[in-house]
């Protein structure tokens, strides 16, 4: 059983910082890539950042010089600090991650965490 455990979220002000994290727990062989989607009231899923296993990141365009993710291996974590929050960062947060339970490539599975609300006011 695997799980992935996200906390850090809240309410602050526009301008504000936020850092999220979540830990990944259970029958952990091997994490590839590990990433932060976000979803807005009456949009779709999108992905904010990912990370991979050897450090390479990837940002979406709207967080790109504001928001920087990060993971350390060793704890099986990923975090996102957030700076200069807006309003349209208002989203529930979920945590992703790209996880193999044994040896096998075939016990790769993507996993998600519960999700985490932020909400930025004006």
């Known amino acids: 059983q695997v799980q992935l455990v996200e906390s850090g979220g809240g309410l602050v002000q526009a301008g504000e910082a936020l850092r999220l994290s979540c830990a990944g727990s259970?029958?952990?062989?091997?994490?590839?890539?590990m990433g932060w989607y976000r979803q807005a009231p009456g949009k779709q899923r999108e992905l904010v950042a990912q990370?991979?296993?050897?450090?390479?990141?990837n940002y979406a365009d709207s967080v790109k010089g504001r928001f920087t993710i990060s993971r350390d291996n060793a704890k099986n974590t990923v975090y996102l600090q957030m700076n200069s929050l807006k309003p349209e960062d208002t989203a529930v947060y979920y945590c992703?991650?790209?996880?193999?339970?044994?040896?096998?490539?075939?016990?790769?599975?993507?996993?998600w965490g519960q999700g985490t609300q932020v909400t930025v006011s004006s």
């Open positions: 992703n991650a790209e996880i193999r339970t044994t040896w096998r490539a075939s016990s790769r599975s993507d996993y």
């Open positions: 990370i991979t296993s050897g450090g390479s990141t």
């Open positions: 259970g029958s952990i062989f091997s994490i590839n890539v």
